[in-house]
C-alpha cells in the first residue's frame, strides 16, 4: 500500500518561502498525477496545485504566480514551493495522488508576524 509522506511545513512571516516535500513510497510514482490541497480550520479542503505524469501544472487561482509544484520521479517526491506566502494560506497542506484517492497525514503551514 502506497503511504505519501509530508514535510516541510512550519512557521513564516508574510512575505516568506516555504518549501514542502511529499515522498510516495511502492512503485509507479511517475505514472501517476500528484497534487496538493489544504485545509484552514472550518473550511473545506481545497486543491492548491496538481501535477500530471508528463509535468503539466494546474493552479487554484488563489496561489497562481506564487507557487510552483514539481516532481521528481527519481526521488518519488513532488513538491510544492511556495512564495510571497499570505496570512490566507494558513492551511494544513495535503499531499495527495489520485490513483487509490491516497492521501499524506498532512503538513501544517502558519503564516504570521
Known amino acids: 500500500q502506497v503511504q505519501l509522506v509530508e514535510s516541510g511545513g512550519g512557521l513564516v512571516q508574510p512575505g516568506g518561502s516555504l518549501t514542502l516535500s511529499c515522498v510516495a513510497s511502492?512503485?509507479?510514482?511517475?505514472?501517476?498525477?500528484m497534487g496538493w490541497y489544504r485545509q484552514a480550520p472550518g473550511k473545506q479542503r481545497d486543491m492548491v496545485a496538481r501535477?500530471?505524469?508528463?509535468?503539466?501544472?494546474a493552479y487554484a487561482d488563489s496561489v497562481k504566480g506564487r507557487f510552483t509544484i514539481f516532481r521528481d520521479n527519481a526521488k518519488n517526491t513532488v513538491y510544492l514551493q511556495m512564495n510571497s506566502l499570505k496570512p490566507e494560506d494558513t492551511a494544513v497542506y495535503y499531499c495527495y495522488r489520485w490513483y487509490r484517492s491516497t492521501w499524506g497525514q498532512g503538513t501544517q503551514v502558519t503564516v504570521s508576524s
Open positions: 511502492g512503485s509507479g510514482f511517475s505514472l501517476y498525477a
Open positions: 501535477i500530471s505524469s508528463d509535468g503539466n501544472t
